[in-house]
């Protein structure tokens, strides 16, 4: 069974400060993304990383793809209370749909202003 | 913006019920997806759809589970007899290609079954 583990799960910060929230398989995934949960809401999706240490960046948040396409981490730079949200992290496994993502359980970020 | 929408918000209903969970997806999407996530848990794929078919679905995805696409806008997810454990959050999603890089998920029905 494939699995994502998010680090930390809870992250409250000031706002002004730095973070980085990891992405961890023992698996090979083809792609991985990365969303952004409000309650009540479904998942938005923020980026899809496809290659071995692809880095996107998205304004002050940058997403990296392990060389190794086992791993992702997202940092935000400094961070704004509008940050404030569940960030899942999710994985599309090799020989599957691209559709049927693996979902980690989510980083529960609280920004401080 | 183009968005998935799904009816109804919230559902209640008494287990060995049957139940339909609605969706549009966005128009000139392709392939769709349903999705749930019970309380405190993971996100967890349930199936995905393409050309009138299941492509894909998991162990979830039992004989209690149907999905259709009755019609050219809606697309549906059938619990024929609704047990307790099926309480959660439920998501449609669809994108244009099957590269799953842009899925778009809609808001969710949340299925409590008493």
């Known amino acids: 069974t494939q699995l994502l583990e998010q680090s930390p799960q809870f992250l409250s910060i000031q706002e002004g400060e730095n973070l980085t929230v990891y992405c961890n398989s023992s698996?090979?995934?083809?792609?991985l993304q990365w969303y952004r949960q409000e309650p009540g809401e479904g998942p938005v999706l923020l980026v899809t990383?496809?290659?071995?240490?692809e880095v996107k960046k998205l304004k002050r948040l940058t997403f990296q793809f392990g060389d190794a396409r086992k791993d992702s981490s997202l940092h935000i730079t400094a961070a704004q209370p509008g940050d404030t949200g569940l960030y899942l992290c999710?994985?599309?496994?090799?020989?599957?749909?691209?559709?049927?993502?693996?979902f980690g359980k989510g980083t529960k970020l609280s920004v401080k202003p | 913006e183009p968005e998935v929408t799904q009816t109804p918000s919230h559902q209640v209903t008494q287990m060995g019920q049957e139940v339909i969970l609605r969706c549009v997806p966005i128009s000139n999407h392709l392939y769709f997806y349903w999705y749930r996530q019970i309380l405190g848990q993971k996100v967890e794929f349930l199936v995905s759809f393409y050309n009138n078919e299941i492509s894909e679905k998991s162990e979830i995805f039992d004989d209690q589970f149907s999905v259709e696409r009755p019609d050219g806008s809606n697309f549906t997810l059938k619990i024929r007899s609704t047990k307790l454990e099926d309480s959660a959050m439920y998501f449609c999603?669809?994108?244009?290609?099957?590269?799953?890089?842009?899925?778009?998920f809609g808001s969710g029905t949340q299925l409590s079954v008493l």
């Open positions: 990383v496809v290659t071995g240490g």
């Open positions: 999710a994985g599309a496994k090799y020989g599957g749909s691209q559709g049927n993502l693996i």
């Open positions: 698996s090979v995934f083809s792609s």
């Open positions: 999603a669809s994108s244009e290609g099957q590269g799953g890089e842009k899925l778009f």
